[in-house]
């Protein structure tokens, strides 16, 4: 039987939640950049292995859907915390983590650190040490990320469910 596992986006707006999930679980080989707000959520599904899918759940950014997010928090084994990576966005990232600590306390939580294309950026390594969560460079309309991604899904899961991949 299929196991679903729920995985819980979160972030500011323009952040890229809609984008990474677009390249997790489109096959469309251009992603779109015409920027659409994200109405109170988004959902794709990402197979891992025969028996588990993980449903990747985006909580709509703006701060008038804020009040959804402990609901959404709520269940997730893993939250992924999705920020610009220019030094302003990954501070308003940090208050948001930090805003959220007592939901988010005891869940696992990863952080991707988008638009590395961007200039003025800074390196995972940087968005890692202000967010205090283990964190991942991405490029969320580069359809080469697509394993990458992949990859940073999967493996922060290894630990909280079984996956034969
Ligand atoms: N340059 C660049 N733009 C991106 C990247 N990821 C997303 N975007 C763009 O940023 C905007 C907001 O993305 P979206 O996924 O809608 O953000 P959300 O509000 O977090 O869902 C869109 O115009 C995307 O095309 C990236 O890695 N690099
Ligand atoms: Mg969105």
Request: proline letters at 5%; glycine letters at 8%.
């Amino acid at each position: 039987m299929t196991e679903y596992v729920k995985v819980a986006l979160m972030g500011s707006g323009y952040a890229g939640k809609s984008t990474l999930i677009k390249l997790l679980t489109d096959k469309a080989p251009k992603l779109e950049c015409n920027y659409q707000p994200t109405p109170g959520m988004n959902c794709g599904t990402l197979t891992i292995d025969a028996n588990t899918k993980v449903s990747l759940i985006e909580m709509g950014g703006q701060a008038h859907f804020e009040f959804l997010w402990p609901d959404f928090m709520r269940g997730s084994t893993m939250v992924v915390v999705v920020t610009e990576s220019n030094p302003k966005a990954v501070l308003k990232t940090r208050q948001l983590l930090e805003k959220y600590k007592d939901q988010l306390a005891g869940t696992k939580v990863i952080a991707v650190a988008n638009k590395q294309d961007l200039p003025g950026s800074m390196r995972p390594e940087s968005v890692q040490d202000l967010l205090g969560v283990p964190t991942y460079g991405m490029v969320a309309v580069d359809p080469r990320e697509r394993l990458n991604g992949y990859k940073l899904i999967v493996n922060g899961l290894r630990e909280m469910v079984q996956v034969a991949a």
